[in-house]
C-alpha cells in the first residue's frame, strides 16, 4: 500500500480564498483523523471520522473550516475564507481500530500558506 | 478530559549521552500510550506503544513504560546519535468503543550533536 496520500504538498493562496486539502486514506482503515501543525500550538486534532461520519469536530478552530468524508476513500478539509492565521502543516491519518494500541498512519502533510 | 503534557524542548545532547523525554497523561478509562517520532519535513510515524499497565514498548533502542499509578510514560534511550534528532511526540489512544480519539502531546525537539 503507498500509505496515506495527501494532496497538495504545498499551497500558497491568497487571504479570502478558499483553500481544499485532500486525503486518501490506507485502504481499509476506518478511522480517519485531520490535525493542526504550528509552532505556537503544537499538533492539534481538528475532527476525526468513524466509518465516514464525523465523530469529533470539537477541535475544528470555527465556522470557515469544515470537513467530509464522501466515502471510505477521501476525505476533504476546506478553509473558507482563509486567513494567514490558518498557515500551518496539515496532516491527515488513519487507523483500522482492531482493539488496545491500533497504530495511526500519517501522510506527508500539506504545508499551507495564507498571504 | 483527556489529555497529554510532555516537558518542554527543545533538548540538546551530545552523542552518546542518556536520554529522558517526560510524559504524563490524564485519561478516562483504559487508554492505550504512544511515542510517535517526526523527523524533519515527514509525517509521525510510531516508535513504540504500550497498551496496558506496567507493559513496556521498546523500539531502535529507546523504551517507555506504561505506569499507570505515575500516570506516566517516560521515554528513554541510554546512548543517543546524530540520526535520532526529531521531534518526539507522546500520545494516547481512548478504547474503541469510547471513541478511539488520538491525542497527543505538544511534542519535544530533541538535536544530537557529534
Known amino acids: 500500500d503507498a500509505g496515506v ?32 501543525q ?17 465523530i469529533d469536530d470539537s477541535g475544528m478552530p470555527e465556522d470557515r473550516f469544515s470537513a467530509k468524508m464522501p466515502n471510505a476513500s477521501f476525505s476533504t478539509l476546506k478553509i473558507q475564507p482563509s486567513e494567514p492565521r490558518d498557515s500551518a502543516v496539515y496532516f491527515c491519518a488513519s ?8 497504530e495511526a498512519f500519517f501522510g506527508q502533510g500539506t504545508r499551507l500558506t495564507v498571504v | 478530559g483527556n489529555s497529554v503534557t510532555q516537558m518542554e524542548g527543545p533538548v540538546t545532547l551530545s552523542e552518546e549521552a542518556f536520554l529522558t523525554i517526560n510524559c504524563t497523561y490524564t485519561a478516562t478509562g483504559y487508554p492505550s500510550l504512544f511515542w510517535y517520532v517526526q523527523y524533519p519535513g515527514e509525517g509521525l510515524q510510531l516508535l513504540l506503544k504500550a497498551t496496558k499497565a506496567d507493559d513496556k514498548g521498546s523500539n531502535k ?32 489512544t481512548l478504547p474503541y468503543n469510547q471513541g478511539g480519539k488520538l491525542i497527543f502531546g505538544q511534542g519535544t525537539e530533541l538535536s544530537v550533536k557529534p
Not at chain 1, 495527501?6 to 482503515?29: F, Y
Not at chain 1, 504550528?38 to 464525523?54: A, S
Not at chain 2, 499507570?68 to 526529531?86: C, I, M, P, R
Request: aromatic letters at 12%; charged letters at 20%; glycine letters at 8%.
Open chain 1, 38 to 54: 504550528t509552532m505556537m500550538r503544537g499538533l492539534e486534532l481538528l475532527i476525526y471520522f468513524n466509518n465516514n461520519v464525523p
Open chain 2, 61 to 92: 533502542g529507546f523504551e517507555a513504560t506504561y505506569r499507570k499509578e505515575t500516570t506516566s510514560f517516560h521515554l528513554e534511550k541510554g546512548s543517543v546519535q546524530v540520526s535520532d534528532s526529531a521531534v518526539y511526540f507522546c500520545a494516547l
Open chain 1, 95 to 102: 487507523s483500522f481500530p482492531r482493539g488496545a494500541g491500533t
Open chain 1, 5 to 36: 496520500i495527501q494532496s497538495p504538498r504545498h499551497e500558497v493562496t491568497e487571504m479570502g480564498q478558499e483553500v481544499t486539502l485532500r486525503c486518501k486514506p490506507i485502504s481499509g482503515h476506518n478511522s480517519l483523523f485531520w490535525y493542526r
